[in-house]
């Protein structure tokens, strides 16, 4: 695509180049829990609702509302202020491991459903130390987590 643009009397061609959006913004349920709705505004449906350190990538904003994705690829809207840049992460699978430290030679200290979303406190290597908003704690590794 192009455009032309006048300037000083001349006319001179101005080429625009079309990138791809830039990457989503992350962020994480900030609230204890949030109504995920069907359109940007109070009165509409509410679709689902998720819970505190539930990550999300912010696909759009529309004054106050944010549309997001989630892990599963489900879109909807949600309050931007129900929302942080919290580090976080949500387990993929079922039966996920939590151990006590960063490796599969640390016991197992819990296990999680799919759908389970956590803090990141700190990452070492291929292993993500996580706190679940109920306060338990543990290692996971990143390839069970979104």
Not at 32 to 52: S, Y
Request: charged share 25%.
């Amino acid at each position: 695509m192009h455009a032309i643009r006048l300037v000083g009397g001349l006319l001179l061609g101005v080429f625009v180049v079309a990138f791809p959006l830039a990457a989503a913004e992350r962020m994480a349920v900030s609230a204890p829990e949030a109504n995920v709705r069907a359109e940007p505004k109070p009165t509409a449906d509410v679709l689902w609702k998720i819970e505190k350190y539930h990550p999300i990538e912010v696909l759009e904003v529309s004054g106050v509302w944010l549309r997001f994705r989630d892990y599963e690829g489900d879109t909807g809207w949600i309050h931007k202020s129900l929302v942080d840049k919290t580090p976080s992460v949500i387990t993929r699978q079922k039966g996920c491991q939590l151990r006590s430290g960063p490796g599969t030679e640390h016991p197992v200290v819990g296990r999680v459903d799919k759908g389970i979303p956590f803090k990141v406190l700190r990452r070492e290597g291929r292993w993500v130390e996580v706190e679940h908003a109920d306060g338990d704690r543990g290692w996971i590794h990143d390839s069970l987590v979104w």
